[in-house]
């Protein structure tokens, strides 16, 4: 008795102490995350001072050559942007600043630009959403060197809708992306000319580029990833266009907004703060059959929507991010921004209101690729960082599609957080979630699609034409922080008889077509 009182004497101590520090250990890791996990949780509802005028970007100026083909100008270069009181912020843009010019162009143009690289590392710019040829994408084969030019072009060949320009570098897209080298892509086409919709540029169709940033105690940008984070940076600030605090002068009843999630990570539900239903008219490929009336709609890094918003004279209301509605799972949302809510602009009416547009009944053509002869169907699992289990490599083509043929691709996201998928060259078409018909908001021409976590998602795509065995497309989630660390993929187009070739060797500033 005595030696067991005497040996749990002994030992009772150090089994106390121990006890003691492992709870001490439970106790601060639980504590610090539940101050991260409270902290996650943004509302910026109300407090965001609307007084600045949301900057509108310049149309880019184009010449035109002796071949009638429309020749655009961009320099990619850093400068100072004011968005805080005091300290300006170091950024990046494109003729500018920040951001860039808005590309206008038509169906059947010729279009090619200079793009000059004024920084002191290598970037390129793709054209999200642009069919072309692989050797015109600027994906990450066609990066520009420091002091270089590249000059693609290509015939604009694909209905009305609105694209967007952003660098594509391997491995350094979330930080060039970040600094602000976006800009937007509006293509007109016979049909969207003759409609009714508002289409006046900056005044009745406004581009909105949404991103959020996070801005360090010296007013410079701060893209490191918060704990808990899975999908990179998330900003407390919202800009639009590069306006913090934006409003808009609307003189207008209907007011057409080509709104774009220029954001690395950011999900946003959009509706407006009386809750007013509005009309989504276009997708990413562009206009839908017919308008769909909602008062919510998500966009994910990429995604673009135009939607249509009626007001009354002289009201105000303002237009925000909700919190997600679906596509996260446990802690998961709170600490990836899906329960923030954020104001994001504010519309301010007019005494009077010019009514001259309206929402036809048709705008665009019902997607409707036959898939009674699939040539491949083919399987995309993402998770963690990569897809189908594997990382992206620059030198490895994953497969080649037939020029001429429909494939399925059949994508899915494992994790309890967001990705989305997107595939250059091609617009797709959503046959089916799990099975079931997609919803109305996903039923247009798309490129990149948010996928909520465990369901499957059967897009329908055609290649027509463009083959390169050489040169290949990416397909990635577009998280960049994600694709940045390898969940992405190369494919080629290939012609009949045609067998994948090899990635050039010669340097990807030097791939110049
Ligand atoms: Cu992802």
Redesign the pocket.
């Known amino acids: 008795m005595t030696r067991g009182l005497k040996a749990v004497r002994r030992r009772r101590p150090r089994t106390f102490w121990s006890l003691l520090t492992v709870s001490a250990l439970v106790v601060g890791s639980v504590g610090a995350f539940g101050i991260f996990y409270l902290q996650a949780k943004l509302d910026t509802v109300g407090e965001v001072v609307f007084d600045k005028a949301l900057a509108i970007p310049p149309l880019a100026e184009s010449t035109q050559d002796s071949a009638g083909t429309r020749v655009f100008d961009l320099d990619i270069r850093s400068g100072e942007t004011q968005f805080l009181d005091g300290r300006a912020t170091a950024t990046w843009g494109v003729n500018g600043t920040f951001l860039g010019p808005t590309i206008r162009a038509r169906r059947g143009e010729k279009v090619s630009f200079a793009i000059s690289n004024s920084l002191d590392e290598a970037t390129s710019i793709h054209w999200h959403g642009m069919h072309l040829p692989a050797a015109m994408d600027g994906g990450p084969h066609q990066t520009v060197a420091p002091g270089e030019t590249w000059s693609p072009n290509w015939t604009v060949d694909q209905s009305a809708a609105t694209l967007w320009y952003h660098p594509h570098p391997h491995g350094q897209t979330a930080a060039h992306a970040y600094r602000g080298v976006t800009g937007m892509v509006v293509l007109d086409d016979e049909n969207s000319e003759n409609l009714d919709l508002p289409s006046g540029y900056g005044v009745d169709d406004l581009p909105m580029i949404v991103q959020d940033r996070e801005f360090d105690g010296d007013n410079q940008f701060d893209d490191s990833a918060p704990f808990l984070s899975n999908g990179g940076v998330f900003g407390d600030e919202i800009l639009v266009n590069g306006t913090r605090g934006p409003y808009v002068d609307v003189t207008t009843r209907l007011v057409r907004l080509r709104l774009l999630n220029g954001s690395n990570a950011r999900l946003y539900n959009f509706g407006f703060s009386d809750d007013r239903p509005f009309q989504l008219i276009a997708t990413d490929g562009g206009l839908l059959p017919e308008a769909w009336e909602t008062d919510r709609l998500h966009l994910s890094p990429g995604e673009r929507a135009e939607i249509v918003a009626a007001f009354e004279p002289g009201e105000t209301v303002e237009l925000r991010s909700y919190p997600a509605e679906f596509g996260f799972t446990g802690t998961g949302a709170r600490t990836n921004g899906a329960e923030d809510r954020l104001d994001i602009v504010q519309f301010r009416a007019a005494g009077t209101l010019a009514d001259e547009t309206e929402i036809p009944a048709t705008m665009g053509a019902v997607p409707d690729i036959d898939t009674e002869d699939v040539a491949e169907v083919r399987s995309f699992e ?1 998770s963690g960082r990569t897809i189908n289990g594997e990382t992206m490599d620059m030198s490895r083509i994953d497969f080649g599609v037939r020029a001429g043929t429909t494939e399925v691709w059949e994508v899915t996201n494992t994790n309890g957080y967001m ?1 989305n998928f997107h595939v250059h060259d091609v617009q797709f078409q959503l046959l089916d979630v799990d099975g079931d018909e997609p919803p109305p908001y996903l039923r247009g021409w798309k490129d990149t699609v948010q996928l909520v976590p465990d369901r499957r998602y059967r897009l329908a795509m055609r290649f027509s034409d463009h083959t390169d065995p050489n040169r290949p497309y990416m397909y990635h ?1 577009h ?1 960049p922080a ?1 694709e940045d660390e390898g ?1 992405m993929g190369q494919f080629v187009v290939l012609a009949d008889g045609e067998e994948i070739g090899e990635v050039p060797r010669t340097g990807a500033a030097h791939d110049h077509p």
């Open positions: 993402l990705h989630c998280l994600h969940m």
